[in-house]
């Protein structure tokens, strides 16, 4: 499945308060996912095989490490867990990093709000606009995206330009 997507993560110190502030829009809670995403090595953009007990997909994508919303091209295959896809994956092109997360997910429409606590990096939110049918223009992604933004009160300084992958790689140097 071909998405459009645009996003934002911001790292924050509580995720109560945000939790709090979304849960007055009455989203509709998906849950609380424990997920494991393995990067494997590639030569163009990013490959990650997440394994929770609520999302497990095989995730192709490429985005620009700005801070701030940003768009994500995105390719996108659900599955059962099966250890023989990491298996294949892993032997014919390496893992390069795992992020261990416990995520709780909502959503408003097309909106997904993630409250992130991401093993030895700490607390975050995402926010993601997806399109999956060619309902929204980039344009009206980024504007729900912005709106959020607005509505949590962030400040540019605790927007995340990189991917969680990133962040560990680079807390690992």
């Given at each position: ?51 929770g007990?609520i ?14 919303s ?14 023989a ?51 929204y ?10 709106k ?7 400040v ?18």
């Amino acid at each position: 499945m071909n998405i459009k997507n645009y996003e934002f993560k911001a790292k924050v110190d509580s995720l109560e308060k945000y939790e709090t502030m979304l849960l007055q829009l009455q989203p509709v809670f998906n849950g609380t996912d424990h997920q494991i995403d393995t990067y494997f090595n590639v030569s163009k953009g990013r490959l990650k095989l997440r394994e929770g007990n609520i999302e497990n997909s095989l995730i192709n994508y490429e985005r620009e490490n700005l801070a701030g919303s940003k768009q994500s091209d995105i390719i996108l295959y659900n599955h059962k867990n099966d250890k023989a896809l990491k298996d294949i994956l892993a032997l014919q092109l390496g893992i390069k990093i795992v992020v261990d997360k416990k995520r709780k997910i909502y959503f408003i429409g097309n909106v997904k709000f993630h409250f992130d606590v991401v093993e030895n990096l700490g607390t975050f939110i995402e926010v993601e606009a997806i399109d999956t049918n060619n309902k929204y223009t980039i344009d009206e992604l980024k504007q729900q995206c912005d709106k959020y933004f607005d509505f949590f009160k962030l400040v540019k300084t605790d927007l995340i330009d990189k991917s969680y992958s990133d962040l560990l790689e680079a807390s690992l140097v």
